[in-house]
């Protein structure tokens, strides 16, 4: 009938073998024909709708950002503690050293002064004998080539903050050994003058050991090298600065270049050689 509405129209009866069920309708299929479902999203229900899929992605493109600033800030912490480590390591390495010379130098100086002064052949083979005129490494090869110097000294040629390396004893007992080069970073007396400078004081006093000029600028910050005096008991460090505060006459230009102006030349050091 016109203007009946389709929804309101009522069919047969439902029959369940040959019986109609009270109060049953049949639903008018024509109502289904009209209406559109959902058009499903590919890959759903595993993939999120297009709108929640886009945004997912923006919030993970805005959270991968902020992660990579963080680390930036994370990397530029790590490096500047890193760089604090590195140079607080490195200043307590150089000061372990320079301490380590100081007993090195002290332990050389004992062993070679009580050789002198209180074993008379050791005193004649320096004074008086073959090594009277052996001066600074050559001094150095003459006391451990005549057993004046133990071997296990060896070790005490050497500084710790310089580029010598330790010899072994190996050229000690060949008659035609020497000592290594690059294995002895001292300084020392002509022989026949190691028993009168020991004895000097006071104003005369002098450098007896030093580093020699390869050695020479081991220690920079500030420019120091280590010396034992005529006179004392304990080496010690010294800077150009001490040297013209105690009335030496040492220019900046000797002071670089000790080997060929300073050693065996101004005082004090004109008592100790390469």
């Not at 999120?48 to 680390?71: C, D, H, I, K, Q």
Request: proline share 7%.
């Amino acid at each position: 009938m016109e203007g009946e509405d389709p929804d309101s129209r009522t069919t047969e009866p439902a029959t369940v073998s040959g019986h109609t069920r009270p109060g049953t309708q049949m639903r008018d299929p024509r109502r289904f024909a009209t209406r559109q479902l959902p058009v499903p999203t590919p890959g759903y229900p595993f993939a999120p709708p297009r709108g929640a899929r886009n945004l997912s992605m923006s919030s993970f493109t805005s959270r991968r950002a902020f992660t990579l600033v963080e680390l930036m800030v994370v990397i530029a912490i790590i490096t500047l503690l890193a760089s604090v480590l590195a140079t607080s390591v490195v200043s307590k390495m150089s000061k372990a050293k320079h301490d380590l010379d100081r007993k090195t130098l002290n332990d050389l100086y004992n062993e070679l002064q009580v050789a002198v002064e209180t074993d008379d052949r050791s005193k004649r083979l320096i004074q008086l004998g073959p090594l009277e005129k052996a001066r600074g490494e050559a001094l150095w090869e003459g006391c451990f080539k005549h057993r004046i110097l133990h071997p296990n000294l060896l070790s005490k040629l050497v500084s710790a903050g310089g580029p010598d390396v330790k010899a072994d004893s190996r050229w000690i007992d060949d008659p035609e050994g020497v000592l290594p080069s690059g294995s002895c970073s001292w300084t020392a007396p002509i022989g026949e003058e190691l028993g009168f400078l020991m004895r000097l004081t006071g104003k005369s006093r002098r450098v007896i050991i030093c580093f020699n000029q390869r050695n020479w600028e081991n220690y920079n910050s500030p420019h120091e090298v280590l010396v034992f005096w005529s006179e004392g008991d304990i080496s010690s460090y010294l800077s150009l600065d001490q040297c013209v505060e105690w009335g030496y006459e040492i220019t900046p230009e000797q002071w670089e270049e000790p080997a060929t102006e300073l050693f065996g030349q101004v005082r004090p050091f004109d008592g100790v050689h390469e």
